[in-house]
């Protein structure tokens, strides 16, 4: 896998979701890239934080935003291993990503079946980099959950 390749940003995103996954939170993963160099890492933690609105992309969005200083990340791409909910799509709109990469679709939540709009204009989306492991360790993650 080539570094500073795509393919290589979204394994580092899932292995935040496998992070997710050991710690029985669902297991969704995300990085923040800017000018190829991650900047801001992060997994989903509601549970271990007792908040509903600890989705990875909205700590990774929030960690970038520190680690740069500032509240625009129009240089900045996420990657992200579900589809971001409406929520972390709005989060995406409010620090104007310049570019979002998610891997498998979220057919119950994602912010595509409400509309693309809710994104930035000038966001570019890019879907599908490691669908098929990412909804995997998802379906794996809701299979032990339910035995």
């Known amino acids: 896998m080539e570094l500073y390749s795509d393919?290589?940003?979204m394994n580092e995103?899932?292995?935040?979701?496998?992070?997710?996954?050991e710690e029985n939170e669902i297991p969704v993963g995300a990085v923040v890239v800017c000018?190829?160099?991650i900047i801001a890492k992060a997994y989903n933690q509601t549970e271990k934080l007792t908040d509903a609105t600890a989705h990875a992309e909205m700590l990774a969005i929030t960690a970038a935003a520190n680690a740069l200083g500032a509240k625009y990340l129009p240089e900045c791409k996420l990657y992200v291993t579900l589809e971001p909910c409406a929520m972390c799509a709005?989060?995406?709109f409010w620090s104007q990503l310049g570019e979002l990469y998610y891997g498998?679709?979220?057919?119950?939540?994602?912010f595509t079946l409400l509309s693309?709009?809710?994104?930035?204009p000038k966001t570019k989306v890019n879907k599908g980099l490691m669908?098929?492991?990412s909804k995997a360790l998802l379906d794996e993650f809701f299979k032990k959950l339910r035995n």
């Open 13 to 21: 995103a899932f292995k935040q979701a496998q992070l997710a996954f």
């Open 116 to 120: 693309p709009q809710i994104l930035h």
């Open 90 to 92: 709005g989060a995406g």
């Open 35 to 37: 000018r190829n160099k």
């Open 7 to 9: 393919a290589y940003f």
């Open 131 to 133: 669908a098929n492991e």
């Open 104 to 110: 498998a679709s979220d057919p119950k939540r994602g």
